[in-house]
């Protein structure tokens, strides 16, 4: 048999589960959802080679609709249960996926840990600036005058957590936003973070229509491609120092060593036991 | 315990080398063919400060304290009374302090203890770089029966690293001590020779940590991610090294929080991964534990527990983090408890634990304790187990997979990325049996009572307890204190008394069936746990039907139980 089965090409709704989003009509995480497809077909990852890790939280349920491994874990720990899949198992595809709660207010330290720790993962963002799924709180990226929600009637009164400032300072070595409504400039932004080598963080501005009603102007105010960044870390933060957060683009991107740890058997138990021997 | 057995206590200052000339004086028995134990004692602070190593050493092998020391040996007299609940002395025991160091402190000299005074740190001056330390070791091993060329062994394993000099100083140390011995022989008036036995076996020196450590590698664990926490750090200081070496790897994680979802993660790709932590960090993973339970996703957290609340006493042996691991897990979450018994039992029991989460795909926390993990024993090389990990996974090309399918086992086969046609999403969620997420109370049940129905229906065999003696009075216990209840029952068998030993390695899920047949023939029964609130015995009381005439032997830490005491509420029980 010399002839060659030729495998059709995987498109992205091959990736795409047949489960219904429980999301609100209107949200942006439809869109990441598509953006995140589109990138595994881009790359054409096998299926089964992929797992898609997330916490709690709307944007934490896109495991369940994609068709690949995946693990919905518990608040705030999708980049531990992710870097634990990878190091265990660094010849798999790893996305973390997640929203701005999960990922920097229970999850923060975990957050900071993966950018120092440079495992070759992609985290995705969708980033609303609320708690949807808990019907409207002040998130770590709320604005502090934010009066919107019963639990924090007059703001909040604290400065916004700069997700793209505080991955720099951390040491992530990929970090780039993107816009919801904007689903091929994100595809290409996720497409480019997986096939960097390391911690690539990509943080997508995605609409909550449902709380923050007033973000459905987002599609006016942000500017495409507008980033410049590069490869200078110094040149990165000036950007940010001057950024109004609505520019997409990726912000910097460098090379340093991946955190992956060479397994392979070079002794036998005996040999361990009989280091008890006397 | 029959046969006859010698107790030395060494203390002084942080950095006199009490640890050192312990553990090589344990070790040097053991090369010349004794058994023996050594625990640990320090303040709260890790470095520094005063240290003290208890010391006991037998023909035969030996898991637990003496009830008194034989002899309190001091290098100085640093903060001695410090230790003095933990330095229990008997009238024909014998204080050993250096001539040079002043003014021994009330505790000493109101001792019914003898005294005697020996030239440690003159010895010490006589020999080029010599070390009162060594001294020290020479006169105990003198004493004790332990044969120069044994300790020269050890002197050599230990000391070749530091260079030829240092290795000559502490020899001719430990050879001048030996002389100091002979003329102290007649003075102290006890015969502290022990009969040695040829080696029969290859004998291991290890600790509690170490065994447990050996044990994941036996069963197969090959990640293990990791927050360092006192008792338990050792655990993971050694499985570091040796993943490495049979392919496997070790992260350090920024928390607790990070372990055990890390190992979460790496159990979800197939890899058998493990972490350990004590009380702080038990309670930090609890969360995370009822995750691996709802997702069934096998993972082991060794529990090695210190005295508590809250930060307790790290240092120091208790317990009472019994609760947490029972009843810890919110929502209805079976999972795996067990308890290592000795030693030599960490290995076993941690083996065993995950050879149960792998093939029952549960949590499973394993309890070890301060007294296990930080004491080093010396045991006979333990047999090779059959337990290793083996997970039930599906192959490839599987149709229609069905992550939590009901099958009559409550075990389904599990999906490993990598494996085509298995993708599916392990969820914390409860889920149908496709794994898709369902809040329907049909679901929900049939999930819980899965759950269970794998933990309650397998077949644990006889692993569950230690069950020895027969008799109508019987001890129930668990954890570091079977050793000295094994031990009180041993003497009290001695003057004819017969007593039965239950001591439970699975704690969770409970097996009554077990324990009723255990407790056939039993009247009276005495629980004995190392607990303020008696959490153990509630816990029994809530799982088993216990005879009417049951009374408990609660001690909370940090204290070790001796078998004295044991031996004295199974007298009043008659």
């Known amino acids: 048999m010399d002839q060659v089965l030729q495998q059709k090409p995987l498109t992205f709704k091959d990736y795409k589960s047949d489960y219904k989003p429980v999301w609100c009509p209107g949200c942006g995480d439809f869109s990441v959802l598509a953006a995140i497809t589109k990138a595994l077909a881009e790359l054409q990852i096998p299926r089964e080679d992929c797992a898609v890790v997330s916490g709690i939280g709307c944007s934490s349920r896109i495991p369940a609709y994609t068709s690949v491994y995946g693990i919905h874990a518990i608040h705030g720990r999708a980049l531990a249960a992710a870097t634990g899949l990878k190091v265990a198992r660094p010849e798999l595809t790893v996305i973390a996926t997640g929203g701005d709660g999960d990922g920097f207010s229970i999850g923060g330290n975990h957050f900071l840990h993966a950018c120092r720790r440079n495992v070759d993962m992609t985290y995705v963002v969708m980033d609303n600036e609320v708690y949807g799924m808990t019907k409207g709180q002040a998130s770590p990226t709320t604005a502090s005058d934010w009066e919107g929600s019963k639990l924090t009637p007059h703001g909040t009164g604290v400065s916004p957590f700069n997700p793209l400032s505080i991955a720099l300072s951390a040491g992530a070595s990929f970090v780039a936003r993107g816009f919801a409504g904007d689903p091929n400039g994100s595809a290409k932004l996720i497409a480019q973070a997986m096939q960097h080598k390391g911690f690539s963080f990509v943080q997508i501005l995605s609409p909550c229509v449902t709380f923050r009603p007033e973000q459905t102007e987002w599609k006016k105010i942000v500017r495409k491609g507008e980033i410049e960044g590069g490869h200078s870390l110094a040149q990165a933060m000036s950007f940010l120092a001057t950024d109004d957060g609505f520019a997409t683009g990726i912000l910097y991107e460098t090379q340093r060593p991946v955190y992956a740890p060479e397994m392979s058997e070079k002794q036998g138990l005996a040999d361990i036991e009989a280091s008890f021997e006397l | ?574």
């Open chain 2, 1 to 574: 315990m029959t046969s006859k057995t010698v107790s030395i206590a060494i203390t002084g200052a942080g950095g006199a080398g009490v640890m050192t000339a312990g553990q090589m004086l344990l070790d040097a028995a053991a090369k010349a063919g004794l058994y023996g134990l050594m625990t640990r004692s320090s303040g709260p602070q890790i470095r520094g400060g005063e240290a003290a190593a208890f010391i006991r050493l037998s023909s035969d092998p030996i898991d637990c304290p003496d009830d008194y020391f034989d002899v309190l040996f001091c290098f100085d007299w640093m903060n001695v009374d410090r230790f003095a609940a933990e330095l229990p002395l008997r009238t024909d025991s014998v204080i050993i302090g250096d001539e040079a160091a002043k003014n021994p402190p009330e505790m000493i000299t109101a001792s019914v203890a003898r005294q005697v005074m020996v030239p440690l740190s003159e010895a010490a001056k006589e020999i080029e770089g010599g070390r009162p330390n060594m001294i020290g070791l020479g006169m105990l091993g003198e004493l004790a029966g332990v044969p120069l060329d044994a300790l020269q062994a050890i002197l050599e394993k230990v000391l070749k690293r530091k260079g030829q000099a240092a290795l000559d100083a502490s020899i001719a140390g430990v050879e001048k001590g030996m002389q100091v011995a002979t003329d102290l022989e007649s003075k102290i008036g006890i015969d502290l020779h022990l009969e040695r036995k040829e080696n029969q076996q290859t004998r291991w020196s290890l600790t509690g940590n170490e065994a447990a450590g050996m044990g994941a590698l036996r069963g197969g664990v090959r990640f293990c991610a990791a927050y360092p926490i006192t008792p338990a750090t050792e655990v993971l200081e050694w499985l570091a090294p040796n993943l490495e070496k049979v392919g496997g790897t070790l992260v350090q994680a920024e928390d607790e929080l990070a372990s055990v979802n890390m190992i979460i993660g790496g159990s979800f790709g197939g890899v058998p991964s493990i972490t350990a932590t004590a009380g702080p960090g038990l309670a930090l993973m609890t969360e995370a534990l009822g995750l691996a339970v709802s997702a069934e996703i096998p993972i082991v957290v060794i529990d090695v527990m210190r005295g508590g609340p809250s930060t307790g006493i790290p240092t120091k042996s208790e317990q009472s983090d019994l609760n947490i691991a029972l009843h810890g897990l919110h929502g209805d979450a079976p999972h795996i408890v067990t308890a290592a018994q000795s030693i030599s039992d960490c290995l076993f029991t941690t083996q065993w634990t995950v050879h149960l989460a792998e093939a029952l795909q549960t949590a499973g926390i394993v309890l070890s304790d301060q007294s296990l993990g930080q004491s080093r024993n010396i045991i006979d090389k333990p047999a090779d187990l059959a337990f290793v990990a083996k997970r039930e996974v599906v192959e490839a090309g599987v149709e229609d997979y069905k992550r939590y399918a009901l099958s009559d086992s409550g075990v389904s086969p599990m999906a490993i990325p990598g494996t085509p046609g298995g993708e599916y999403v392990a969820d914390g969620l409860e889920t149908a049996e496709n794994a898709r997420p369902s809040s329907s109370a049909e679901d929900h049940y049939a999930q819980l009572d899965k759950r269970q129905r794998k933990l309650s229906q397998f077949d644990y065999g006889q692993h569950w307890a230690e069950i020895e003696g027969e008799g109508e009075l019987a001890v129930v216990t668990f954890g570091s204190v079977t050793a000295p209840v094994r031990e009180a029952i041993q003497r009290l068998e001695s003057e004819g008394q017969k007593i039965k030993m239950i001591s439970m390695r699975l704690l969770s899920p409970a097996l009554p069936d077990k324990m009723d047949e255990a407790l056939v023939g039993v009247k009276k029964l005495l629980v004995v746990e190392q607990t303020h609130s008696k959490q153990f015995y509630r816990y029994l009381r809530s799982e088993f039907d216990l005879p009417k005439d049951t009374t408990v032997l609660a001690k909370p830490g940090p204290l070790p139980f001796r078998p004295g005491e044991i031996v004295n509420t199974l007298k009043e029980l008659g």
